[in-house]
């Protein structure tokens, strides 16, 4: 259907300011709208684990002689899930595209924790509109994160109606569904749920490359920092269970994966949710060390429950690697009171202190917005103390953006724009300072390096990441791809090293 026959379809005036809910009555296809106030609530229903996903026979052969593209925006929980929607499209016959032009279906898996994130999506979505007005039977879908905000559906409703479908990130599995409904309705489709509590097993996966892999632990987020979308658009904490995690590790490093990447919004409170059973985080990553895959990451990390037996598992090394991604926001703690991250400077200062006791090798890298409302001066120089004082290896920093429905934004603010740009640049020159600093020390030293391909600028000159995540660019024959090798380290770049290989340490399983 083309944009013309949707318009008279739907009847919906762009300029009408009606809410979701208005629209329903003018669809007869799936309409289910999302809501941040049902989002908000967190039920005491138990978690419920659906290990038998397949795909219907009734669907297959959907996607024959057509293509799919995902644009995928976001944290690593996207990437992943669109690993996982890819695997879906495949299963249904579609193949992949790398470019619009020849994509019969086209995904925007999006992403809502800041503005310009979302600014961005908007802006994609308008450039498609020429390309639906050419082809009518291409399919446009927005999925991920700003679809389970009601704004966003409502804009796109009034205002983008050459979008084809909106469906959330719960329900992701469901694709076949909401794109048969796309073929054969006449209206948009939007199916977005807002509460969520299940844990769907089995879905298939079409991982992007062969030698990293992202490998999701646990969902959701029940953290609520007063700034934060997430737990929101992604539902209630819900742990996968270990076994099927060890299974998927154990299958990985089977496959020849040299890196895992465990991934949760908030992994340390891994297994919190389980009622059977007493198992942590470190509880699982000491069962993971043991899996021979050569390096083992987790993100994002939680201060708050970050607990001892957790650091007592990552001092063992091995295959864990000695680099911590801790997002510590502010280091002040008035402002970290506001923002309900529940630790104080002093406390997250001292869990440095003990992770660096216990890992004394270890990098830690680190998260920080800046400009919260009412942040004052002396404020953010605690932030800059802070970071000095912990020597993070690198963070990445962000202006304070609220997000509707978040407690926060409906906080007076009394910071002007300007100040907060000026307090990210001399937040940043701090970083870039401390981040030159560490980079500088591995002049002369030699690295193991995982090679992951030819560098982005040059294609003569490979490159890889040590287990610290720090990336170097050295001369290496190709066949050293997917291997780990060591490089002595010529030269210290503003954001890379630049080395020589040595020797390679490992073949490839
Ligand atoms: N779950 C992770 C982070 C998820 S979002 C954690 O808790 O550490 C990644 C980062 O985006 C956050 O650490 C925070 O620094 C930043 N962020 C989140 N909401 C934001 C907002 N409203 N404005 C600016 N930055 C934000
Ligand atoms: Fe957002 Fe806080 Fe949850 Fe991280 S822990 S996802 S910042 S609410
Ligand atoms: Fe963005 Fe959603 Fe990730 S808001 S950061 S894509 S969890």
New binding site residues.
């Given amino acids: 259907m083309n944009e013309k026959q949707r318009l008279e379809n739907t009847q919906v005036n762009p300029s009408d300011k009606k809410s979701a809910k208005d629209y329903s009555k003018y669809f007869e296809t799936v309409y289910m709208p999302p809501s941040l106030k049902d989002a908000k609530k967190r039920g005491k229903e138990e978690v419920k684990y659906h290990s038998d996903f397949k795909i219907d026979e009734q669907f297959r052969g959907m996607g024959d002689g057509r293509k799919f593209y995902i644009r995928t925006y976001g944290?690593q929980m996207n990437e992943h899930d669109t690993e996982v929607m890819s695997g879906i499209f495949m299963a249904l016959g579609f193949e992949p595209t790398d470019s619009v032009e020849d994509a019969n279906v086209i995904l925007l898996n999006t992403c809502a924790?800041?503005e310009n994130a979302e600014n961005k999506v908007f802006g994609e979505i308008g450039h498609l509109k020429a390309l639906k007005r050419e082809r009518p039977d291409l399919l446009i879908g927005v999925c991920g994160c700003m679809s389970q905000e009601e704004s966003v559906v409502n804009k796109i409703l009034s205002k983008h109606q050459h979008v084809d479908m909106i469906f959330g990130t719960h329900n992701i599995h469901r694709l076949p569904y909401i794109l048969q409904e796309a073929y054969l309705s006449k209206a948009m489709v939007v199916e977005v749920w807002s509460k969520e509590g299940d844990v769907i097993e089995n879905l298939p996966k079409v991982r992007k490359g062969n030698i990293k892999a992202w490998v999701n632990i646990m969902y959701g987020?029940d953290k609520f920092c007063t700034?934060?979308i997430?737990p929101y658009t992604r539902g209630k904490e819900r742990s996968r269970r270990p076994e099927e995690i060890i299974q998927e590790v154990r299958h990985l490093a089977a496959q020849g994966y040299q890196e895992i990447t465990l991934l949760g919004?908030?992994v340390n409170a891994y297994g919190k949710d389980f009622e059977d059973i007493q198992y942590g985080l470190g509880d699982l990553m000491d069962e993971i060390r043991k899996i021979d895959v050569a390096r083992i990451r987790f993100t994002?990390s939680?201060p708050r429950d970050f607990d001892d037996h957790l650091i007592e598992v990552l001092a063992k090394g091995g295959n864990l690697v000695d680099h911590i991604h801790l997002?510590v926001?502010s280091g002040s703690t008035e402002i970290l009171k506001i923002m309900a991250r529940k630790y104080t400077r002093e406390q997250y200062l001292e869990l440095v202190r003990k992770v660096k006791e216990a890992i004394p090798t270890v990098s830690l890298t680190t998260?920080?917005?800046v400009g919260y409302p009412n942040e004052t001066e002396e404020q953010f120089e605690e932030t800059l103390s802070l970071y000095r004082e912990v020597g993070f290896d690198s963070a990445?920093t962000?202006i304070?953006?609220p997000?509707e429905g978040t407690p926060a934004a409906k906080m007076q603010d009394n910071v002007p724009m300007e100040v907060k740009k000026e307090r990210l640049q001399r937040l940043n020159a701090v970083v870039n300072e401390l981040s030159a600093q560490k980079l500088k020390e591995y002049e002369g030293k030699v690295v193991e390096v995982l090679v992951e391909g030819e560098s982005k600028n040059n294609p003569d000159v490979l490159a890889g990441y040590t287990r610290k995540s720090k990336l170097v660019n050295f001369k290496a024959p190709k066949s050293a791809i997917g291997k780990l090798v060591k490089v002595k380290i010529i030269e210290a770049k503003t954001w890379s090293l630049n080395g020589e290989m040595i020797e390679e340490v490992a073949e490839v399983k």
């Fill in positions: 944290c924790i800041r987020c700034y934060c997430v919004q908030n994002t939680h997002p926001q998260d920080i917005i990445y962000f304070y953006s997000r």
